[in-house]
């Protein structure tokens, strides 16, 4: 445990790895079938997953809709690249390419629909009345809002023409397998991507108290279509041919971690679904690792404190952060320099908020560099990190089964 910030990178890389779509999709997919295939998706994910289709089937026909620097080499299914986390023109219109892709399929036909986190803003028809400027501000607000993943999905399935399984009506009465990869805490497949091929159960009265609780501002004409919602409940007839299956999930990689960890740590896994306010869990975590630091006795085995889900970020100020940078430099705070405590908070999609950055390291130094509570104040835990030179930079991961947190607390002596 020399150098403690190069262990806990070793244990971040290992769970994307494990999550990569070319080392673990191909096990899910079942013999191509005869006759007509068409193969869709979108997420961040969705152009690794198509590549590794091809790995196997061959060259495929079909249509995946990625996030810009996310795309990969296909033979034959075409891999567009739009904006993500608010959506743009290019994601609109591949989008509605691909719903006339399948138009006018029959029940001889079969889809292939490959869905990982960052689908709702890439896969984007905004619901009759609004237009993309409309869909873009509500977006930019419910991300600047606090609220949880679950409740941002619910208002976005319900202002689309899309979301909540109105994209496997549409591919009806065709066969549809859907293969995801888990980014929500609880690994509920209705809120991956916002569940484009998952019939719900909500509400367009439960959008709108999600909308009044958050205090979360949106025109009019959002209102108005909320009204008019498409959604598809459970058990409607144009579901009945698709099938939905979540083949990779944050607690594989977290596993996968504590596997590789343990020969030299006591792990404690604190769950794969942990949700709330990002400086409030690392002020939690913060008194949890303290409490373990106090309790270690030399020659005792270092700890490591595993957890994962999706924390989320008030937008208070005006610097640039997400809330895995925001949970380090909260968590930093709270340690106040204890000189036994290591930590690592990052995305494993390789994108924490709208940076390009996939998180950041602390440890007993992180506080020698000036302004970390201003910082926070101002929600710009990317640029302090960046001062600091603790940012944890990987490019474009091509997976994403969300955060991923790792706290070491080594022994005295």
């Not at 990869?181 to 690994?187: E, H, Y």
């Not at 409607?236 to 083949?247: F, G, H, K, M, T």
């Not at 679904?273 to 939690?284: D, F, K, Y």
Request: aromatic content about 4%; glycine content about 10%; some cysteine.
């Amino acid at each position: 445990m020399r150098d403690p910030a190069a262990f806990l990178r070793q244990l971040f890389d290992r769970a994307v790895e494990v999550a990569d779509p070319m080392r673990s999709l191909a096990r899910f997919l079942p013999d191509r079938p005869g006759g007509r295939l068409l193969v869709i998706g979108a997420g961040k994910a969705s152009a690794r997953m198509a590549e590794a289709v091809e790995a196997e089937w061959g060259p495929c026909a079909g249509l995946v809709i990625t996030r810009y620097g996310y795309g990969r080499p296909c033979r034959g299914i075409e891999i567009v690249e739009a904006a993500h986390p608010v959506p743009d023109q290019a994601g609109v219109d591949a989008t509605r390419r691909m719903l006339a892709l399948l138009h006018g399929l029959k029940e001889e036909d079969t889809v292939l629909a490959l869905i990982s986190g960052g689908a709702s803003a890439l896969l984007c028809a905004p619901a009759e009345g609004m237009t993309l400027a409309e869909k873009q501000a509500v977006n930019a607000a419910l991300l600047a809002s606090g609220a949880p993943i679950s409740a941002m999905n619910t208002v976005r399935k319900h202002l689309s023409r899309v979301k909540g399984g109105q994209l496997a009506a549409a591919a009806y009465p065709a066969k549809l397998l859907a293969l995801m990869i888990s980014d929500v805490p609880g690994d509920d497949p209705a809120f991956i991507g916002s569940g484009p091929t998952v019939g719900d159960a909500t509400t367009p009265q439960d959008a709108r108290a999600i909308l009044e609780r958050w205090a979360i501002p949106v025109p009019p004409s959002a209102r108005a279509a909320l009204a008019r919602s498409g959604v598809v409940p459970p058990g409607d007839p144009r579901l009945a041919r698709s099938e939905n299956v979540i083949y990779a999930a944050p607690a594989q990689s977290l596993a996968a971690a504590a596997d590789l960890a343990a020969p030299l740590a006591e792990v404690r896994t604190l769950g794969d679904r942990l949700e709330g306010e990002a400086r409030e869990v690392a002020r939690e975590q913060a008194a949890l690792a303290l409490g373990v630091a106090a309790s270690l006795k030399p020659g005792d085995r270092p700890v490591l404190l595993l957890s994962g889900g999706e924390l989320t970020v008030t937008r208070r100020g005006d610097g640039t952060g997400g809330p895995n940078a925001e949970f380090c430099l909260a968590l930093a705070l709270a340690l106040d320099g204890h000189p036994r405590i290591h930590a690592l908070a990052c995305d494993t999609d390789g994108v924490d908020g709208a940076a390009e950055v996939a998180g950041a390291v602390i440890g007993p130094d992180t506080l020698a560099t000036p302004g970390a509570a201003e910082a926070l104040a101002r929600n710009d835990a990317h640029g302090f990190f960046a001062r600091a030179a603790a940012q944890v930079v990987t490019g474009p991961t091509l997976t994403n089964v969300n955060d991923f947190r790792a706290i070491l607390i080594l022994p005295p002596g």
